[in-house]
């Protein structure tokens, strides 16, 4: 058996990995990507029937490709983000293995050592650009409901024929779970929500997206340490709003005024499904989130001396009261929309904090030659989006040029154009 070895090994062919290879390309730098299926798997795979981008269709851009269709102020679909993706790869052929798992790596002297499905691999350097959301985040309460209740993660759904007949009771309201329960409610579902903590924001304001107006205000070029807290700033829940239908808001006190019932967070499931009394309070906080932005782009108009049209702001159409429990008989399923975990064990390298998150400067880890690339927040707000991807992958091929001309100059044999090689197998340990 064989080692095969290359230069620069990028783990991740979708949006993150295509990115890195571009530009790794472009430097003549050796390099593999190894993706585990198949390019566009997480678009393509793990996401529901309706499902449209948040972000407008102009922030979708990569290293030499960019949306180029009629409708820059739209929002794709998730069969057309994969077409989107196919034909950026299409464009420049990388050096793509698709079907090819890594589920180790670690570091030897001075190489890198994967094992993976199709065999032994060594490398000079590694990117992980596998994204920060990898196992479905399912709470141990869902062990409580009865097994006639069937249960899905928001990444198995797919559109409400799926489920059996019935309410339905959608469990978060990050963008998930916002999403979800609008097309369980279009669908004439009744749907019950439990209703979190995550923000949400106007889709429009003042005559454009609330998303142009924020890049224009430099929002989205904020580094995470220019915040109070980056560790806070990373966990946050995105704001929720939708693309569906050209793009609108999610406004859920007017689904609960169309019959969706609301609840606090879910806090225990017996004979019934109990849930906390902090839903007024989460809807007056995602409110006070959306009117914040209003006013930060309020007065960059005014600062900026810029002609828009005014608006009224957002009234409440609904205030709940006193929410009961829900009994058990009256929901036929349950969707978790409590998002994902990271899973970064078949890495063992020592690169990562006490909560399992891998510690870097702007995706470079103090292991030489191991970087992260595409997780939320990495850098800016776009990092783990098309948005800000292709930032972040020029910064870290530049790091990784730097460190081959360094390697060259020492002597090491890896340079750039060198063709993929076959060594005698290595040792390796238990």
């Known amino acids: 058996m064989s080692t095969q070895h290359v230069g620069v090994a990028v783990i991740g062919g979708g949006q993150a990995g295509l990115s890195m290879s571009w530009f790794l390309r472009q430097r003549g730098a050796d390099h593999v990507v190894f993706e585990r299926d198949r390019v566009g798997h997480e678009w393509r795979d793990r996401r529901w029937d309706s499902f449209c981008l948040v972000t407008p269709n102009w922030q979708c851009r990569l290293p030499g490709w960019s949306y180029s269709g009629d409708d820059p102020d739209g929002f794709m679909t998730g069969a057309e983000v994969v077409t989107f993706l196919e034909k950026y790869a299409a464009g420049f052929d990388p050096p793509v293995r698709e079907g090819v798992e890594v589920t180790r790596l670690r570091r030897t002297g001075n190489v890198f050592e994967l094992v993976s499905s199709d065999g032994r691999i060594t490398a000079d350097q590694v990117v992980i650009a596998t994204g920060g959301y990898h196992r479905p985040a399912m709470p141990r309460l869902a062990e409580k409901f009865p097994p006639h209740i069937a249960q899905v993660h928001s990444s198995q759904y797919r559109n409400p024929g799926q489920l059996p007949d019935g309410e339905v ?18 669908a004439g579902r009744r749907v019950h929500l439990a209703v979190g903590s995550a923000p949400r924001a106007a889709r429009r304001y003042r005559g454009r997206d609330t998303l142009a107006w924020l890049e224009e205000m430099g929002h989205y070029d904020k580094s995470v340490h220019e915040f109070g807290d980056a560790d806070e700033v990373r966990l946050r829940a995105n704001h929720y709003m939708t693309g569906r239908g050209g793009g609108r808001d999610i406004d859920l006190r007017r689904f609960a005024t169309e019959g969706m019932r609301l609840y606090g967070r879910l806090l225990s499931v017996d004979s019934a499904v109990v849930f906390g009394d902090d839903l007024g309070r989460n809807l007056d906080n995602a409110d006070a989130v959306a009117e914040g932005i209003k006013d930060a782009i309020d007065a960059y108009i005014a600062r900026s001396g810029i002609e828009a049209p005014t608006e009224e702001r957002y009234e409440p159409v609904w205030t709940p009261g006193v929410s009961e429990p829900l009994r058990l008989e009256n929901i036929s399923a349950v969707v978790w929309a409590t998002g994902f975990h990271r899973d970064h064990r ?14 870097h400067d702007r995706g470079v880890t103090s292991c030489p030659g191991l970087y992260f690339l595409g997780l939320p927040w990495q850098h800016t707000w ?6 800000g991807v292709a930032r972040d992958a020029e910064h870290l091929a530049d790091q990784i040029t730097r460190a081959r001309r360094l390697q060259a100059a020492e002597g090491v044999s890896w340079l750039a154009g060198t063709p993929t090689e076959t060594y005698p197998d290595l040792e390796w340990a238990a």
């Open 169 to 186: 009771l959608v469990v978060g309201t990050g963008q998930s779970g916002c999403q979800i329960a609008e097309d369980l409610h279009l």
């Open 382 to 387: 776009g990092s783990g989006r098309f948005a």
């Open 346 to 359: 078949w890495i063992e390298v020592p690169v990562f904090d006490g909560r399992g998150y891998p510690t």
